[in-house]
Nanobody, 126 residues
Framework: QLQLTEFGGGLVQPGGSLSLSCVNS????????VGWFRQVPGKERETVSC????????LYADSVKGRFTIARDSAKNAVILQMNNLTPEDSATYYC???????????????????WGLGTQVIVSS
């Protein structure tokens, strides 16, 4: 059972950092791939990062490579997205999603995921 909730959004200055958490209050997330996605009004939801089932691999969008890190926090049954060196272009509503027994390959899209959180807003502005 998936009951995903995102935490950690907010307002940050350019160059700053935020840590987003995706917490599941249902099953152990270990067997789920968990993805982070973002969306701005008028645009499609885009993949930001993904961690595969059983930590078999991770994926990052080119726009966030070297700045964002995805990792599991097993103690909290959560997946963390650490975002550093943020820019205004990172402003969006960020969603996490999970899917059972999934590998995060290059072709991963939001359509692969069936369980979604409600999102948390990130605003990068001076």
């Amino acid at each position: 059972q998936l009951q995903l909730t995102e935490f950690g959004g907010g307002l940050v200055q350019p160059g700053g950092s935020l840590s987003l958490s995706c917490v599941n209050s249902g099953n152990d997330l270990k067997r789920y791939a968990v993805g982070w996605f973002r969306q701005v009004p008028g645009k499609e939801r885009e993949t930001v990062s993904c961690i595969s089932t059983d930590n078999l691999g991770t994926l990052y969008a080119d726009s966030v490579k070297g700045r964002f890190t995805i990792a599991r926090d097993s103690a909290k049954n959560a997946v963390i997205l650490q975002m550093n060196n943020l820019t205004p272009e990172d402003s969006a509503t960020y969603y996490c999603a999970a899917e059972l027994n999934l590998f995060c390959g290059d072709s991963i899209t939001p359509n692969y995921f069936s369980g979604w959180g409600l999102g948390t807003q990130v605003i990068v502005s001076s």
